[in-house]
T-cell receptor, first 113, second 115 residues
Framework: GNSVTQMEGPVTLSEEAFLTINCTYTATGYPSLFWYVQYPGEGLQLLLKATKADDKGSNKGFEATYRKETTSFHLEKGSVQVSDSAVYFCALSEGTGGFKTIFGAGTRLFVKA | KAGVTQTPRYLIKTRGQQVTLSCSPISGHRSVSWYQQTPGQGLQFLFEYFSETQRNKGNFPGRFSGRQFSNSRSEMNVSTLELGDSALYLC??????????????FGPGTRLTVL
């Protein structure tokens, strides 16, 4: 079946450091890929998405490129801020006939000032 | 526009009891999905409703059930609660019928603790 694997956390970085959170997936078809972010005490917010191979999703300085050949969708940001501290979830959806999103385990990011 | 609202935000129950959680989607949204979030299992899909019909169901026992009303509000029910049902239950809504590129909007969740 479909699955998403992302790097274990927590990841601890200093402010202005470069961030990479790895995500790989297994899918039978051609899914869309997503990154969601969860701040303490809140639900998930969509950070970015990509719907086909080689698409790049970007938002708030975060980027991820849909790589079909490596089945990956790694999240990157060039310079993190303390306010980026949160849990990040990689997810996929094959979405035929409704929603049934598959999430990775989540990676907690701590950014120190 | 108001976001997805979930009530109650926190709930404490004892084993064997049943519980009902409520979700009000964003106005105009017709799809409502439910997810269970636990430290051990992460985020797992429970079920999804669209126009009062359950379209998808995850791998949960029959103790977990849900429904959607004509105004798109949704409830989920868990009967005969077990300790392992302690979790954050998240509801998500979408304005669309659910294509693979469509976005879901999540509520803040209901934190259920089973003692």
């Amino acid at each position: 079946g479909n699955s998403v694997t992302q790097m274990e956390g927590p990841v601890t970085l200093s402010e202005e450091a470069f961030l990479t959170i790895n995500c790989t997936y297994t899918a039978t078809g051609y899914p869309s890929l997503f990154w969601y972010v969860q701040y303490p005490g809140e639900g998930l917010q969509l950070l970015l998405k990509a719907t086909k191979a080689d698409d790049k999703g970007s938002n708030k300085g975060f980027e991820a490129t849909y790589r079909k050949e490596t089945t990956s969708f790694h999240l990157e940001k060039g310079s993190v801020q303390v306010s980026d501290s949160a849990v990040y979830f990689c997810a996929l959806s094959e979405g035929t006939g409704g929603f049934k999103t598959i999430f990775g385990a989540g990676t907690r990011l701590f950014v120190k000032a | 526009k108001a976001g997805v609202t979930q009530t109650p935000r926190y709930l404490i129950k004892t084993r064997g009891q049943q519980v009902t959680l409520s979700c009000s989607p964003i106005s105009g949204h017709r799809s409502v999905s439910w997810y269970q979030q636990t430290p051990g299992q992460g985020l797992q899909f429970l079920f999804e409703y669209f126009s009062e019909t359950q379209r998808n169901k995850g791998n949960f026992p029959g103790r977990f059930s849900g429904r959607q009303f004509s105004n798109s509000r949704s409830e989920m029910n868990v009967s005969t609660l077990e300790l392992g049902d302690s979790a954050l239950y998240l509801c998500a809504s979408s304005p669309t019928a659910g294509g693979k590129a469509d976005t879901q909007y999540f509520g803040p969740g209901t934190r259920l603790t089973v003692l």
